[in-house]
């Protein structure tokens, strides 16, 4: 089968620094993508890793460990607008991407 | 940029009606999804569509129905809209099948 696994929910501070953590079980594995979705409108994309490590954009970055089936998004500096939900998703080896069901993140100043 | 536009914001319809849900993207891109956006559910793919009249079914695709009669547009037929169907549907295109999606502003549907 093919699963992926995020927090339901998380809380984090303005100006501090958030991780969201991503696990998956797919058939598989061609690259792994961040996407960001406020309230009522739709995803953004945020990042792609097909490699293991640290892709860093910005006050956003994304790392993947292929071996482990892991990837989280780290916020740093986070800032209201940061309140949203985010999305992990995943390419298996059919190219085909399965979304997980997303991570709602709430700033308070 | 890219631009992912949906028909309609919002819509009502009631049991039995059959709804066209209409996506047009400007960026000539091959690939078209189609997204339905659930609580606690997350994105479940419904249809996806490579080409111009090509389609394939994606994890969801009873009591839906599309069609991709030009490359800018992909839309999606509820033939007879129930209860179950409310939700927010969300197109997206990529380059390729592989790539980054770009998604619509959603269209949510409430079947009374």
């Known amino acids: 089968g093919q699963n992926i696994d995020q927090p339901t929910e998380m809380t984090a501070t303005e100006g501090a620094i958030v991780q969201i953590n991503c696990t998956y079980q797919t058939s598989g594995f061609n690259g792994l993508f961040w996407y960001q979705q406020h309230a009522g409108e739709a995803p953004t994309f945020l990042s792609y890793n097909v490699l293991d490590g640290l892709e860093e954009k910005g006050r956003f970055s994304s790392f993947l460990s292929r071996s482990k089936g892991y990837s989280y998004l780290l916020l740093k500096e986070l800032q209201m607008k940061d309140s949203a939900s985010y999305l992990c998703?995943?390419?298996?080896?059919?190219?085909?991407?399965?979304f997980g069901k997303g991570t709602r993140l709430h700033i308070l100043p | 940029d890219v631009k992912v536009t949906q028909s309609s914001r919002y819509l009502v319809k009631r049991t039995g009606e059959k709804v066209f849900l209409e996506c047009v993207q400007d960026?000539?891109?091959?690939?078209m999804f189609w997204y339905r956006q659930d609580p606690g559910l997350g994105l479940r793919l419904i249809y996806f569509s490579y080409d111009v009249k090509m389609k394939e079914k994606g994890d969801i695709p009873e009591g839906y129905s599309v069609s991709r009669e030009k490359k800018e547009r992909f839309s999606l037929i509820l033939e007879s809209a129930s209860t179950n169907q409310t939700s927010m549907y969300l197109c997206a295109s990529s380059w390729d099948s592989q790539g980054t999606q770009y998604f619509g502003p959603g269209t949510r549907l409430t079947v009374l």
């Open positions: 960026m000539d891109h091959e690939n």
């Open positions: 998703a995943v390419r298996n080896r059919d190219d085909k991407i399965i």
